[in-house]
């Protein structure tokens, strides 16, 4: 196992449609994490999963956009009826969760998923 | 609620320089983790440093290392020997427990030949 990966790379989408974003998580990793870039801008937080379980879930998350992680492994990101606005890089990260391993806070960080919405 | 603050937007400074990029940060907890994460243009986040806040030494990596000032919530990353390759953009980041990092609003470095 390399690290995280997400798939699509690059999505563009006309307004209105719907999309879905997959993340699949380091091995053995229990926690997982949706961020949202904006160009120039930090990640800001949108939801997170420790195995299947939804724990934290951002003001940013409106009802148009649902996260899973139906078996605590890879999860998915749907954002339905896309704006303009959504336009944005979309990053999943992994971390262990475990005290343990001595990293346990530590994020790591996939490519993301560029989506462009016109 | 907590806050990362990086007051530099661009830096630029010359290889084999050294360069020191800021950051400070606001929470009422007394037990959470800062990080520095490097993101390459067009290429994914990758983390650099680690300081866990009741350490009182301060982290180091390579050519990397931290000034953890944690009264005055200060931590700043120091590249010493800088090269072309840490031409990046740098977030600090704050997290308490296994919870959301707080990202900071990032700096673009760029090492110059």
């Known amino acids: 196992d390399t690290g995280v990966s997400q798939d699509p790379r690059h999505k563009i989408t006309k307004r209105g449609q719907n999309v879905t974003f997959r993340c699949d998580p380091i091995?053995?990793?229990?926690?997982l994490y949706w961020y949202r870039q904006t160009l120039g801008q930090g990640p800001e937080f949108l939801t997170y999963?420790?195995?299947?379980?939804?724990?934290?879930k951002s003001r940013l998350l409106s009802d148009r956009f649902s996260a899973e992680r139906p078996k605590g492994s890879f999860s998915t990101l749907e954002i339905q009826r896309t704006e303009q606005g959504d336009s944005a890089m979309y990053l999943c990260?992994?971390?262990?969760?475990?005290?343990?391993?001595?990293?346990?806070?530590?994020?790591?960080f996939g490519p993301g998923t560029r989506l462009t919405v016109t | 609620a907590q806050t990362v603050t990086q007051s530099q937007p661009e830096m630029s400074v010359q290889e084999a320089e050294t360069v020191t990029l800021s950051c400070t940060y606001d929470?009422?907890?007394?037990?959470?983790?800062l990080f520095w994460y490097k993101q390459p243009p067009s290429r994914q986040m990758i983390l650099v440093i680690r300081?866990?806040?009741?350490?009182?030494q301060n982290a180091t990596e390579n050519r990397f290392s931290v000034n953890f000032q944690k009264a005055a919530k200060s931590f700043s990353l120091k590249i010493s020997d800088s090269q072309l390759g840490d031409t990046a953009m740098y977030f600090c980041?704050?997290?308490?427990?296994?919870?959301?990092?707080?990202f900071g609003q990032g700096t673009r470095l760029t090492i110059n030949p």
């Open positions: 990260a992994s971390s262990s969760g475990s005290v343990l391993a001595g990293a346990a806070y530590e994020q790591y």
């Open positions: 091995s053995e990793h229990n926690r």
């Open positions: 999963f420790q195995n299947e379980a939804q724990l934290e």
């Open positions: 929470t009422s907890e007394s037990n959470y983790y």
């Open positions: 300081q866990e806040a009741y350490k009182q």
């Open positions: 980041a704050l997290i308490q427990g296994a919870q959301k990092l707080v």
